[in-house]
């Protein structure tokens, strides 16, 4: 269960992701910017004849747009989720999730320089957000676009690597519709995220609860709603068509990093469907 809560984190953090498009960084990083101050301050330095006049001075030719970047080719071993696009605080996100044959350091280089070499800008490691579980993220602003590109890298202990790749395209941000949560939040939650996808809606949140509490609430509060518990998996329940999953795990300042992801049209390990279902 440690990938579904990693995948729903990391939906929501390429929807919040570092060096948002429009900053001072951005705008430094953005080709050409620089190219005119440059040029004067050369010409003053060497003491050259004065640039022309603006009249006399042929029209700039307009600088061609640059391709969108393209992720690097890898060693895929599987596809572990489709594609889907997904809304994380408004911002649309293609995520897709492989699992590929190199490690996590080759995959950090492999990264760095791919978003270097596209012409992204890359934030410092400090303004790159991490998980506590052991999975490496990146991120690449494509300023122009404003288009955040993460890859975010879970080593196995096969020594493959499961990758979560997202683009999130902010300009086409739009404010989030409001609608009721799936089930209940316990007391004190906060940082929450709601995210809603074609197949599923999640909500993540933290709260200043250990693992058992959040079990023993949900327990509680889910059956006051019909949900069962299947035996088999614990934090999975059960209602008519209906599957819900809850996970957790420590996250920073001593809280909890709960997911909770709710799916329609499936059913449990060893649950029969209901009548009239296939």
């Not at 492989?98 to 490690?103: A, C, F």
């Not at 709260?207 to 949900?227: C, E, I, N, T």
């Not at 992801?261 to 296939?278: E, F, I, L, N």
Request: hydrophobic letters at 40%; one cysteine or more.
């Amino acid at each position: 269960m440690r990938h579904a809560a990693l995948a729903v984190c990391a939906v929501g953090l390429l929807g919040a992701a570092p060096g948002a498009p429009g900053t001072a960084e951005s705008r430094a990083a953005s080709p050409g910017s620089a190219a005119p101050a440059v040029a004067g301050s050369r010409a003053a330095a060497t003491g050259g004849p004065a640039a022309p006049a603006a009249s006399a001075a042929p029209a700039p030719r307009e600088e061609a747009e640059p391709p969108r970047f393209a992720w690097p080719r890898l060693r895929v071993i599987e596809h572990v989720e489709a594609n889907e696009i997904v809304e994380a605080g408004g911002v649309p996100v293609a995520l897709r999730a492989v699992r590929v044959k190199e490690r996590l350091p080759e995959l950090v280089q492999r990264f760095a320089d791919a978003f270097r070499d596209g012409g992204l800008y890359v934030p410092p490691g400090k303004e790159q957000s991490q998980f506590a579980s052991g999975a490496v993220m990146l991120t690449g602003v494509d300023a122009r676009r404003r288009v955040t590109y993460t890859a975010i890298m879970q080593p196995q202990d096969d020594g493959t690597t499961t990758l979560y790749l997202g683009e999130a395209n902010h300009a086409l941000r739009r404010e989030p519709l409001a609608t009721g949560d799936f089930a209940p939040l316990p007391p004190g939650a906060s940082q929450v995220l709601r995210v809603g996808g074609e197949s599923a809606r999640t909500l993540a949140f933290h709260v200043p609860l250990s693992g058992a509490d959040v079990d023993a609430f949900y327990a509680r509060a889910l059956a006051q709603h019909g949900w069962r518990r299947a035996e088999e998996e614990p934090g999975f329940f059960t209602r008519s068509g209906e599957e819900l999953r809850v996970v957790h795990e420590p996250g920073a300042g001593g809280l909890r990093a709960v997911v909770l992801v709710y799916r329609t049209g499936r059913s449990a390990p060893g649950v029969p469907p209901p009548a009239g279902r296939p």
